[in-house]
C-alpha cells in the first residue's frame, strides 16, 4: 500500500476525471508530493503506472519508440508513453516543460478526444483503451523565463494545482514518512512554513515536504534536530550568504 | 470613582516641565492638531532624510549592511511582508518598519545586530498583532504623552512575550538585550532624558522589558504599574503554535492594553509624574503617521505629480457646483488612418473562444503568424525619419476606433540626468560580493561550449542518429541524413537594451533599486562584452516622450555614463507604447542577430487623457507585437504587485513573458537573472 495523505480533492477530482478519461495537470512547488500522489491513484484505480522524468534531450522518439538493430535484424522497441498505450496504463510525465518541442506534438493527439498515437516509422495508429490515462506535471515557479507551458497544451488538460499542505497535515506526513516524534515534526513544519514565507522574496522555493521528511529521517538515524535542521533547511535551500545567515537565525529561533 | 479627570493639555505641560523639553522637541509646536501634522507630513514627505555620518568612528552597525539578512528572517518569522526604511527612533506606520540607519559606536558586530533584531521585533510585532489599528485608540493616546508612553510600554510587554513564547531562541536574545546600554538610553519622543532618578512607579514598566537597567527600586505589592503588567501577561497569545497566525483579535487587544494604560495614566498623574520615558529599543508610536493615512497621502502625491491636478480640478469644480457645471473634457479627434485592416492580420483567430479540448490548431495560429510576417515587411520595412528637433514621431494604436493613429507621438531622446559621481561607486562598492556572483553566472553565457547534435557535417559520428539512420535504411525508411555531431565554442553576441521606468510612481523605494539593479545589471554586462544599452522613460508632455538615455549603445563607460547610472531621477508618467516602439527600433538596428529588450516597469501604461486603462493597455500590447516582429524579443519585469497585474501584464506581453516581483527589493538579484535565463 502506498501512502498518500490527501490534503484537498484532490483524490476526488482524479477519480473523475480518470473515469472520463481526462488528462490531468499537476501543478505545484517541488517535493510537495505530486508524484507520491500519482502513484498512489495509479495503485487506487487498479492501473499500472509508467513514468517519464523529462529533461532537455528527451525527444519524441524517445517516448514513441525507435528501431533497433538486432543481429542483423531490425526491430521496433516501443518507448514507454507506447507502451502505456497499448497496456492502458497511466502514463505520467514529470516536469514536462524541460522536455523537446516535439514531445508535446506526440501528446496533442493523445490529449484530445481522438486519443491516437500515430507511429510514423511502423505506420500504426494506436487508439488508447479507455484505461489510458496521461498525466503531466509542472512547476510554475521554475526559474527558467523561456519554458512556459503553451496555451494549446495547458487548455488540454484538467488541472490540479497542489501546494505544501497546511501544519497538522504536514507534520502527520512528516511523522508517518519517517517515524519520527510528533514534536520533532511539528518542529520541522514550523521551520519550513518559515522558510516559505520568503518564497520570491530571497529564495525561489521554501522548504519543501521532501526536505522535511529527509530533516526528520536524519534525527531518527540519531543526528541531533539542530543538526539535521542545518544541513537540509539551511544548506540546501540558498547559496545566497546572507539568506543563509537568515535561515540560521531562524533555526535557532525555533529551536533555541 | 474620586479620581481627579486630566487633560491631554495637562499631561502635555507636565510632559513639558517635568523634562524641560520644549513643545517642538514633543513634535507638537503648533497650535492646532492639522497644523502639527501637516507639518510633520511636509516634513516626512519633502525633506530629504538627514544623513548621519555612517562607517566612522562614530557610529557601530550601520542597518544597511544587515537589512537584507534582517528582513529575511522577520519576514520568516512573521509571515508578513513589509519593508525596511530609515527612521531614529524605530516607529512604524502599519505598513512599513522604521529603523535607525546606525546604532551608536562602537561597532560590536553581534551585539548590534541583535539590537536591530530586537528594534525590529518590536514593531514587527506591533504589525502582527494589529496593535496600531484602531483608530479610536490611536486618536486618544495621540497628544497624551502619559498615556502614550504607558501604552506602549505595555503593548511592548506583550508583543516581546508573544515572540519569546513562539520562538524560544527569540526569548534568550531578548534577554540580551536588555544588558546593552546602547538599548536602554532613555527617551521621550526624538529627546534622550536622564536614566538616573527614575521614579519607583515607572519600574516595573521597565522591569518588564528591560531587567536589568540600574535603577531597580522594588516597587510595592499591590503597586499599579506591577498588577497591569500582571494583566497584560494574562492575555491569551493566539496563533503561538506552527503557522504562526495573529493574535489575540486585535480590536479587543488594543482595547485591553489601552484600558490598563489609561489606569496607569491616572496613577501617574496622582503622583505628578510625567510620562515614562522608552528605552530606546522599543521605539516610537507615532499615531500621527498612521491616522494622517501617510501611505494614501504618498499615494496621492505620486498621483499629483504624474500631471492629475488639471483633472482633479476640474473635478472638484464640477463637485462645487453641480447645476452646471463645466463641460467635459472633449478628447482631441483622432487623426484615422489607414491600418484599420491590420489588426485582423497581426491577431490571428480569436484564441479566447477556442474550446478547451481540440478545436484549436497549432497550424492556425502559425498561419496568421505568417501572415503577420508579411504584412511586416511591406509596412514597418523602415524606423521613422527623425524630424528638424531631432524627435521621431510614431503611430499610436487608437482602441476604441480599432485603428491605428499616424505620428499620434513623438519620441525624443535626451541625455538623462546626472549628478555627483559618487552614487554608482556606492552601489558598486555596497554590492561587491553580488557583483562578483552576476559575473561568475554571466561569465558561463559568454562561450558556449557543446556539442551539436544532428548535424549534416562534424567532426564525429553521432551514434545515436547514426543507428537510427541504419535501422531506417534497413527497414526500408528514409534515414534521417543529419548524423554527424560538432563541438563548438561560440561566442554568441546578444544586444541587449534595458527601458526602466523612471515615471513618477517610482519615486522614493523603487527609483533607489532600479538604479541598483542597473548598475549591478551593468557591471555584470561590462566582463561579458555584450552591446547593451540603458534608457529610462517618464514624459512630462503627452505627446512628446522624453527618452533619457542613461548609457547608449556606443558609449564607453565613463564619467558621463557613471554619473547618469548614479543620478535616476523621476518624473512624469509612462506612455510606454511608444517608448517601445522606439526602443524596438535602436535594436532593430544592431547588427547582432539576437536582441533582446528589457523593460522595468512598475504600473500600467498610463498617460494624461486617453491613454489609460484599456487604451493603454492594448496600445503597449501592439507596440510589443511591432517590436517582436522586427525580431526583438521582449520581456518585462514589472513591480506591479497588484493583483490584477498578471491580467493586464498577459494581455501586453503575453504569458510567460513577463515576471511580476512581488517585492521591489528583489530587483536587483532577478533583473541579471531573467536576461540570464532570456539568452541561456
Ligand atoms: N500528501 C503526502 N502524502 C505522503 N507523503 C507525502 C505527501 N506529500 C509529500 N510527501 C512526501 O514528500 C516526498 C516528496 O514528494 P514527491 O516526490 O511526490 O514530490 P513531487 O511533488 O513529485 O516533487 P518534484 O516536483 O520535485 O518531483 C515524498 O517522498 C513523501 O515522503
Ligand atoms: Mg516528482
Redesign the interface.
Known amino acids: 500500500m502506498i501512502y498518500y495523505r490527501p490534503h484537498g480533492n484532490e483524490v476526488e477530482v482524479f477519480r473523475v476525471a480518470a473515469a472520463r478519461k481526462l488528462p490531468i495537470l499537476l501543478k505545484g512547488p517541488t517535493g510537495c508530493g505530486k508524484t507520491r500522489f500519482v502513484r498512489y491513484m495509479a495503485e487506487q484505480l487498479g492501473r499500472s503506472l509508467v513514468t517519464v522524468a523529462c529533461q532537455e534531450d528527451l525527444a519524441a ?1 524517445d517516448l514513441t519508440g ?4 538486432e543481429g542483423g ?2 526491430v521496433w522497441r516501443d518507448g514507454p508513453l507506447t507502451r502505456a498505450v497499448r497496456a492502458g496504463a497511466i502514463c505520467y510525465l514529470d516536469e514536462v516543460v524541460e522536455a523537446r518541442a516535439d514531445v508535446m506534438t506526440v501528446l ?1 493527439p493523445l ?4 486519443r491516437v498515437l500515430p507511429l510514423d ?1 511502423t505506420g500504426e495508429e494506436l487508439v488508447a483503451p479507455d484505461d489510458f490515462l496521461v498525466v503531466i506535471s509542472y512547476n510554475p515557479g521554475y ?4 519554458k ?1 507551458l503553451k ?2 497544451t495547458r ?2 488538460f484538467v488541472s490540479l494545482s497542489f501546494d505544501y499542505p ?2 497538522g497535515i504536514e ?1 502527520e506526513i512528516v511523522q508517518a514518512e519517517s517515524g519520527c516524534g510528533a514534536d520533532v515534526a ?1 518542529t520541522l ?2 521551520l519550513g ?3 516559505r ?2 518564497r ?3 529564495l525561489g522555493e521554501g522548504a519543501s515536504t521532501r526536505l522535511l521528511v529527509y530533516a526528520a529521517t536524519l534525527v531518527v538515524a540519531g543526528l541531533p534536530l539542530k543538526e539535521a535542521a542545518e544541513a537540509t533547511l539551511v544548506g540546501s535551500l540558498t547559496d545566497d ?3 543563509t ?3 540560521r ?2 533555526v ?5 | 470613582m474620586g479620581a481627579p479627570t486630566v487633560s491631554g493639555d495637562d499631561t502635555l505641560r507636565e510632559t513639558m516641565e517635568e523634562y524641560g523639553l520644549t513643545a517642538a522637541e514633543l513634535g507638537l509646536a503648533a497650535e492646532s492638531d492639522d497644523e502639527a501634522e501637516a507639518a510633520l507630513l511636509a516634513r516626512f514627505l519633502f525633506e530629504p532624510p538627514k544623513r548621519q555620518a555612517i562607517g566612522g568612528e562614530r557610529n557601530g552597525l550601520a542597518l544597511d549592511r544587515v537589512v537584507k539578512q534582517l528582513t529575511a528572517l522577520l519576514r520568516m518569522l512573521s509571515g508578513r511582508q513589509f519593508t525596511v526604511a530609515y527612521s531614529d527612533p524605530p516607529s512604524t506606520d502599519n505598513l512599513n518598519i522604521y529603523l535607525p540607519k546606525a546604532v551608536p559606536a562602537p561597532e560590536i558586530y553581534e551585539q548590534d545586530l541583535l539590537l536591530y533584531r530586537a528594534m525590529a521585533l518590536v514593531q514587527v510585532g506591533f504589525l502582527r498583532h494589529g496593535i496600531l489599528q484602531d483608530r479610536a485608540v490611536l486618536a486618544e493616546i495621540h497628544r497624551d504623552w502619559v498615556l502614550r508612553s504607558a501604552f506602549h510600554l505595555l503593548a511592548a510587554r506583550y508583543v516581546l512575550r508573544a515572540w519569546a513564547e513562539e520562538y524560544p531562541g527569540l526569548r534568550e536574545d531578548l534577554r540580551r538585550v536588555a544588558v546593552l546600554d546602547k538599548a536602554g538610553a532613555m527617551r521621550v519622543n526624538v529627546t534622550a532624558v536622564p536614566r538616573d532618578g527614575m521614579p519607583g512607579a515607572f519600574v516595573p514598566l521597565y522591569e518588564s522589558l528591560v531587567t536589568c537597567l540600574n535603577w531597580k527600586v522594588p516597587g510595592a505589592e499591590g503597586d499599579p504599574a506591577r498588577r497591569a503588567i500582571r494583566v497584560v501577561d494574562g492575555l491569551p497569545i493566539l496563533g503561538a503554535g506552527a503557522g504562526g497566525a495573529s493574535a489575540a483579535p486585535p480590536a479587543r487587544l488594543t482595547t485591553l492594553l489601552l484600558q490598563e494604560a489609561r489606569t496607569l495614566r491616572e496613577h501617574f498623574h496622582r503622583l505628578r509624574l510625567g510620562p515614562p520615558p522608552l528605552p530606546w529599543f522599543v521605539g516610537i508610536i507615532r499615531p500621527e503617521w498612521i491616522l494622517a493615512d501617510l501611505a494614501r497621502d504618498i499615494a496621492y502625491e505620486q498621483e499629483w505629480k504624474k500631471g492629475n491636478k488639471p483633472l482633479r480640478q476640474l473635478l472638484e469644480a464640477m463637485a462645487r457646483n453641480p447645476g452646471g457645471g463645466a463641460p467635459p473634457p472633449v478628447p482631441e479627434a483622432p487623426r484615422v488612418g489607414l491600418r484599420a485592416r491590420f489588426l485582423a492580420r497581426i491577431s490571428g483567430p480569436d484564441t479566447s473562444k477556442a474550446p478547451a479540448y481540440g478545436a484549436l490548431r497549432d497550424e492556425h495560429v502559425e498561419q496568421a503568424r505568417a501572415a503577420a510576417n508579411r504584412v511586416e515587411d511591406d509596412v514597418l520595412a523602415a524606423p521613422p525619419k527623425p524630424g528638424a528637433d531631432g524627435a521621431r514621431e510614431y503611430d499610436e494604436w487608437d482602441d476604441a476606433a480599432g485603428v491605428y493613429r499616424f505620428a499620434a507621438v513623438k519620441v525624443v531622446e535626451i541625455e538623462g540626468a546626472t549628478g555627483p559621481l559618487g552614487g554608482y561607486e556606492r552601489v558598486v562598492n555596497a554590492n561587491q560580493r553580488q557583483i562578483k556572483e552576476i559575473r561568475r553566472r554571466f561569465e558561463a553565457l559568454r562561450v558556449e561550449e557543446r556539442w551539436l547534435h544532428g548535424q549534416p557535417d562534424g567532426s564525429e559520428l553521432d551514434m545515436n542518429r547514426a543507428i537510427a539512420a541504419l535501422t531506417d535504411i534497413a527497414a526500408g525508411h528514409q534515414p534521417d541524413e543529419r548524423v554527424y555531431k560538432r563541438y563548438v565554442r561560440q561566442r554568441q553576441t546578444v544586444a541587449i537594451l534595458t527601458l526602466v521606468d523612471l515615471s513618477g510612481s517610482t519615486q522614493g523605494h523603487v527609483i533607489h533599486l532600479e538604479q541598483e539593479a542597473i548598475v549591478l545589471f551593468a557591471e555584470g554586462l561590462r566582463t561579458l562584452g555584450f552591446p547593451h544599452a540603458f534608457y529610462g522613460f517618464g514624459n512630462t508632455h503627452p505627446q512628446e516622450c522624453q527618452l533619457q538615455r542613461i548609457k547608449g549603445f556606443e558609449e564607453a563607460y565613463g564619467e558621463a555614463v557613471h554619473k547618469r547610472m548614479g543620478n535616476l531621477r523621476p518624473n512624469g508618467a509612462t506612455r510606454l507604447g511608444a517608448y517601445l516602439r522606439h526602443a524596438g527600433w535602436l535594436l532593430a538596428s544592431r547588427p547582432q542577430a539576437r536582441r533582446v529588450l528589457l523593460v522595468v516597469s512598475d504600473g500600467k501604461p498610463e498617460d494624461r487623457g486617453e491613454y489609460r486603462g484599456k487604451q493603454g493597455i492594448r496600445d503597449t500590447a501592439m507596440a510589443v507585437a511591432e517590436v517582436r516582429r522586427l525580431g526583438v524579443h521582449v520581456h518585462c519585469i514589472s513591480l506591479d504587485a497588484n493583483e490584477g497585474a498578471d491580467a493586464y501584464l498577459g494581455e501586453i506581453f503575453g504569458p510567460g513573458r513577463f515576471l511580476k516581483l512581488d517585492s521591489v527589493d528583489a530587483l536587483p538579484t532577478r533583473l541579471p537573472e531573467v536576461f540570464r535565463g532570456l539568452v541561456r
Open positions: 522518439a525507435r528501431f533497433l538493430l535484424q531490425t496533442h490529449t484530445d478526444d481522438r516509422r526559474q527558467s523565463v523561456s512556459e496555451e494549446s487548455q488540454r497546511t501544519a507534520a511539528q513544519v514550523k512554513q518559515g522558510s514565507n520568503l520570491a522574496h530571497g550568504v546572507e539568506m545567515k537568515a535561515l537565525e531562524l535557532r529561533s525555533v529551536l533555541g
